[in-house]
Antibody, heavy 118, light 107 residues
Framework: QVQLQESGPGLVKPSETLSLTCTVSGGSMSSYYWGWIRQPPGKGLEWIGYIYYSGSTNYNPSLQSRVTISLDTSKNQFSLKLTSVTAADTAVYYC????????????WGQGTLVTVSS | DIQMTQSPSTLSASVGDRVTITCRAS??????LAWYQQKPGKAPKLLIQ???NLQSGVPSRFSGSGSGTEFTLTISSLQPDDFATYYCQQYKSYPYTFGQGTKLEIK
C-alpha cells in the first residue's frame, strides 16, 4: 500500500523559505494528485495545495503568492516551498495523496513539525 | 471560501454511548463532505466520504448523514479506540476547507 514520508528542516528563520519533500513508496505517482496540508499547534487543518502527476497545480489563494509545489516522478517525490515565512507558518506539515475523483486525502504522511523562529 | 463549523468543540462521553457530531457549511456543498479521525501525534485518517460512504475497513458503528449545509457523524456505541478528534472537510469547491475539529473525550 502507498506510504508517504515528509522530510526537511524542522527550524526555519523568519523571512526565509520553508522547503519540504514527500517521498512516496509502495505505489506509482501516476494518475494521482499529491497535496500538502498543515496544522498549526493546537489548531485545525489548512489545505495548502496539490500537484497532479502531469505537473498542473492548484493552491489555496491565501498562500498562493508564496507557495510552489513541484514533482520529481523519477524519485517518487514531490516538494513544497513556502517563501517569506513568519511565525504564523509554524505548523505540522502533512503530505497526502488526493483521490483522483474527489478532493479527499488518503493516505497521509506522519507529518513534520516546522518551527519558524530566529 | 466555504466556512465549516463543527459542534460541539469538545464532547465528553463514555464507552458504549451513542454520540453525534454536527458539521455545518456556510453554503450548500451537496454531499461533498468527508470526515477524518485524528489521534494525538498522528495523521488524520479518512473515515467517510460523500457524506455517508464509509471507507473500507472503517467499523460499521460509524455513520454519516446529511446534505446541503448540515451533516452529522454518529458513532453508535463508543469504543475506547474512538476517543480522538474528528474533522469534517468540504470538497465542493476550492479552497478545500476543514472544520475546527471536535475532540471526543472520555467522561
Amino acid at each position: 500500500q502507498v506510504q508517504l514520508q515528509e522530510s526537511g528542516p524542522g527550524l526555519v528563520k523568519p523571512s526565509e523559505t520553508l522547503s519540504l519533500t514527500c517521498t512516496v513508496s509502495g505505489g506509482s505517482m501516476s494518475s494521482y494528485y499529491w497535496g500538502w496540508i498543515r496544522q498549526p499547534p493546537g489548531k485545525g487543518l489548512e489545505w495548502i495545495g496539490y500537484i497532479y502527476y502531469s505537473g498542473s497545480t492548484n493552491y489555496n489563494p491565501s498562500l498562493q503568492s508564496r507557495v510552489t509545489i513541484s514533482l520529481d516522478t523519477s524519485k517518487n517525490q514531490f516538494s513544497l516551498k513556502l517563501t517569506s515565512v513568519t511565525a504564523a507558518d509554524t505548523a505540522v506539515y502533512y503530505c497526502a495523496r488526493r483521490l483522483p475523483v474527489a478532493g479527499l486525502f488518503d493516505p497521509w504522511g506522519q507529518g513534520t513539525l516546522v518551527t519558524v523562529s530566529s | 471560501d466555504i466556512q465549516m463549523t463543527q459542534s460541539p468543540s469538545t464532547l465528553s462521553a463514555s464507552v458504549g454511548d451513542r454520540v453525534t457530531i454536527t458539521c455545518r457549511a456556510s453554503q450548500s456543498i451537496s454531499s461533498w463532505l468527508a470526515w477524518y479521525q485524528q489521534k494525538p501525534g498522528k495523521a488524520p485518517k479518512l473515515l467517510i466520504q460523500k457524506a455517508s460512504n464509509l471507507q473500507s475497513g472503517v467499523p460499521s458503528r460509524f455513520s454519516g448523514s446529511g446534505s446541503g449545509t448540515e451533516f452529522t457523524l454518529t458513532i453508535s456505541s463508543l469504543q475506547p479506540d474512538d476517543f480522538a478528534t474528528y474533522y469534517c472537510q468540504q470538497y465542493k469547491s476550492y479552497p478545500y476547507t476543514f472544520g475546527q475539529g471536535t475532540k471526543l473525550e472520555i467522561k
